[in-house]
Nanobody, 128 residues
C-alpha cells in the first residue's frame, strides 16, 4: 500500500523559508511516476502548488512561481518543496500526492483529479 508522509511544516514570519519533505513507501519508482504538492487553506479548495515528473519536468502555480522549488530524490523516494519569501496567503495544510499513471504536467500547477495517493498533510502558518 502506498504511503506518503510529509514533514517540515511549521510557523514562520512573512519573508521566511521552510522546506517540506515527503517520503514515499509501498511502491517502486517507475518512469510514469508524477508527484506533486497541494495545499488547502481555511475555507478554500485544495489547489495544486507544484508538480514534477520522472524526467524532472516541473509545473508551478502562478502564485508560487519564483518562490517555491520542487525536487525529488528517486533513490530515497523523497519529494521536497523548498519554500522561500513566504507570505501570509501561503498559510495552508500542505499535502504530498502521487499519481498512479503518467500525468502530462501543464503550466499552472498540478491538477488534483490526476493524483491518486495522498499524504496526511503538514501545516504551514505564515504570520505577517
Amino acid at each position: 500500500q502506498v504511503q506518503l508522509v510529509e514533514s517540515g511544516g511549521g510557523s514562520v514570519q512573512a519573508g521566511g523559508s521552510l522546506r517540506l519533505t515527503c517520503v514515499a513507501s509501498g511502491y517502486t519508482w517507475h518512469p510514469d511516476l508524477v508527484m506533486g504538492w497541494f495545499r488547502q487553506g481555511p475555507g478554500k479548495e485544495r489547489e495544486g502548488v507544484a508538480g514534477i515528473d520522472a524526467n524532472g519536468r516541473t509545473t508551478y502555480a502562478d502564485s508560487v512561481k519564483g518562490r517555491f522549488t520542487i525536487s525529488q530524490d528517486n533513490a530515497k523516494n523523497t519529494l521536497i518543496l523548498q519554500m522561500t519569501s513566504l507570505k501570509p496567503e501561503d498559510t495552508a495544510m500542505y499535502y504530498c500526492a502521487a499519481s498512479s499513471d503518467y500525468v502530462y504536467l501543464v503550466p499552472g500547477g498540478p491538477k488534483r483529479h490526476e493524483f491518486t495517493h495522498w499524504g496526511q498533510g503538514t501545516q504551514v502558518t505564515v504570520s505577517p
